[in-house]
């Protein structure tokens, strides 16, 4: 069965600082990736997505991820946090074959930004 | 374009009550699936409809759960009766197309969702 990871539950950084949040995933083959963001009182918005090509893919609001297959690593970076990106956020898999739909999804990761 | 919408955005009932929660998809979108998250959990997939059929309900937790997709429009979920392990959020995504061959790459689009608590 596929299983996504987020090890770390919850971070803090300072507004301005660079940001890292990981992901890894257990799945027979690659799958497509996800990262998405709950903001407070909001639903899930897409981040970002990986379906195949440029491993290194980039995202709304500054964010970008890149896919490690050889480390089944797919972590989120953004280069300078601002206020506004205190949320939670939820790395997501999905298979890539035929008939395949539903996502998996890490626990999550709260993130806190200090002014 | 409207986004996925959810109703309501809370819902407080007593255990053994009834609730119907209700997702309006993206229009056009023939994928409609139902997540939940419990406290403290992992966001999990419940079902799958594809336009009024369901293709994948192998998430629903047991038969207190009755989702329905009449016309292939909007989505109801019903909890009946409810219990306090009910409680948690529960969202709605719906993507474009319902033919998946290989290497179609869908992208799923979530709603707001339900803040069901049952005391």
């Known amino acids: 069965a596929q299983s996504v990871t987020q090890p770390d539950i919850h971070i803090t950084v300072s507004e301005g600082a660079s940001l890292e949040l990981r992901c890894n995933y257990s799945y027979g083959a690659t799958p497509y990736l996800f990262w998405y963001v709950q903001s407070p009182g909001q639903g899930l918005q897409l981040l970002l997505k990986y379906f195949s090509g440029d491993t290194l893919v980039q995202g709304i609001k500054g964010f970008e991820a890149e896919f490690k297959r050889s480390q089944s690593s797919f972590n989120l970076r953004k280069p300078s946090v601002h206020w506004s990106d205190a949320a939670e956020y939820f790395c997501?898999?999905?298979?890539?074959?035929?008939?395949?739909?539903?996502?998996?999804f890490g626990k999550g990761t709260k993130l806190s930004v200090i002014p | 374009e409207a986004g996925v919408t959810q109703f309501p955005s809370h819902s407080v009932i007593e255990k053994g009550q009834t609730v119907t929660l209700r997702c309006d998809p993206i229009?056009?979108?023939?994928?409609l699936y139902w997540y939940r998250r419990v406290m403290g959990k992992e966001i999990k997939f419940l079902l799958h409809f594809v336009k009024e059929s369901k293709q994948d309900e192998s998430g629903m937790p047991n038969n207190r759960f009755l989702a329905e997709r009449t016309g292939g429009t909007y989505s109801t979920l019903k909890v009946q009766p409810a219990e306090l392990e009910d409680s948690g959020v529960y969202f709605c995504?719906?993507?474009?197309?319902?033919?998946?061959?290989?290497?179609?790459?869908?992208?799923?689009?979530f709603g707001p969702g339900t803040r069901l608590l049952v005391l």
């Open positions: 229009s056009g979108h023939d994928n």
């Open positions: 997501a898999v999905s298979p890539s074959g035929a008939g395949s739909y539903q996502l998996t």
């Open positions: 995504a719906s993507s474009l197309s319902a033919y998946r061959l290989a290497g179609y790459q869908e992208t799923q689009y």
